[in-house]
């Protein structure tokens, strides 16, 4: 099969899934994936026939993604504050959103030099491996309690050559906080989508990516909130900051809780204008 035949079929058996206009998109992803050539070299070169293993890996490829695998799982990788991260069912699919979060906090530190900066939840490791190539003078420390996650962090650490501190921690376990000294800055992106919202969600996201990363109880959403602005108050230094990603619903309730503990908050929206992340500055130890 030739080359462009086999993107063909595949783009026309993606629309099972998708509109025709993300399958072309997906299918190209797929093909230079394959064969290691761009769109514009693969039209030069249209009529190479796919060797064996090409063919054996699209037909591997085809068949996961007809099963509704996110492709960045099919692939093994996503790209995110254009780095490319190793990413498997263990961890979230890095979002916009969250490279959003990682430019707010550039923007506002990188001049800082020697800021010690706490990651709560790491998933791939993408937000501390993104803000340690930016800011390279940061000390970074990353927690998750999930192994299979930090396997993963810890890879991409070393393939992206990031020098960070990754460490196996539940945050929600407050006797485990002695293990962590003081920081300047935390950032996370927890969990925080309320069970009841599972049935507006799509299904590749609800039957792929890590629940335990998604999911809060409806009956304490703040949760993962609430633990970090009680851990800054001990563990923050003069006017630490805490930089979050939320749920688009909480807004008002997380800058509520932030500013009943001693903090002075800012919310922020994302690029599609929904209240996506909030600024915690802690005023008083």
């Known amino acids: 099969m030739t080359m462009e035949l086999a993107y063909r079929q595949l783009a026309k058996s993606l629309e099972t899934y998708y509109d025709p206009r993300e399958a072309v998109a997906i299918a190209n992803l797929v093909m230079e994936k394959i064969t290691g050539l761009k769109r514009i070299d693969r039209l030069l070169e249209s009529h190479r026939v796919l060797s064996n293993a090409e063919t054996e890996k699209l037909a591997f490829f085809s068949s996961q993604l007809?099963?509704?695998?996110?492709?960045?799982?099919?692939?093994?990788?996503?790209?995110?504050?254009?780095?490319?991260?190793?990413?498997?069912?263990?961890?979230?699919?890095?979002?916009?959103?969250?490279?959003?979060?990682?430019?707010?906090?550039?923007?506002?530190?990188?001049?800082?030099?020697?800021?010690?900066?706490?990651?709560?939840?790491?998933?791939?490791?993408?937000?501390?491996?993104?803000?340690?190539?930016?800011?390279?003078?940061?000390?970074?420390?990353?927690?998750?309690?999930?192994?299979e996650a930090l396997e993963v962090a810890t890879k991409n650490a070393l393939d992206l050559k990031a020098v960070i501190e990754i460490k196996s921690l539940d945050f929600l376990d407050q006797e485990q906080w002695e293990q962590l000294g003081e920081v300047d800055l935390i950032v996370s992106n927890p969990p925080y989508i309320m069970e009841s919202e599972k049935a507006s969600m799509e299904s590749h996201v609800l039957?792929?990516?890590?629940?335990?990363?998604?999911?809060?109880?409806?009956?304490?959403?703040?949760?993962?909130?609430?633990?970090?602005?009680?851990?800054?108050?001990?563990?923050?230094?003069?006017?630490?900051?805490?930089?979050?990603?939320?749920?688009?619903?909480?807004?008002?309730?997380?800058?509520?809780?932030?500013?009943?503990?001693?903090?002075?908050?800012?919310?922020?929206?994302?690029?599609q204008g929904n209240d996506r992340m909030v600024k915690a500055q802690l005023l008083h130890n």
């Open 207 to 271: 039957d792929h990516e890590p629940n335990m990363a998604l999911f809060v109880p409806d009956q304490d959403p703040l949760l993962f909130y609430r633990n970090i602005a009680l851990f800054g108050q001990t563990h923050l230094s003069i006017n630490g900051t805490v930089y979050l990603e939320i749920n688009q619903a909480l807004g008002i309730q997380v800058c509520a809780l932030f500013q009943s503990l001693g903090y002075d908050t800012a919310l922020k929206q994302d690029m």
């Open 66 to 147: 007809l099963q509704g695998k996110p492709l960045q799982y099919v692939l093994g990788e996503a790209w995110f504050a254009h780095l490319p991260f190793y990413v498997n069912q263990w961890v979230l699919i890095p979002r916009p959103e969250t490279e959003e979060l990682v430019e707010w906090i550039r923007l506002e530190n990188s001049h800082t030099m020697g800021l010690r900066i706490l990651d709560i939840g790491t998933g791939s490791g993408c937000i501390p491996i993104a803000l340690k190539k930016q800011m390279p003078g940061a000390s970074i420390i990353s927690i998750d309690k999930s192994k």
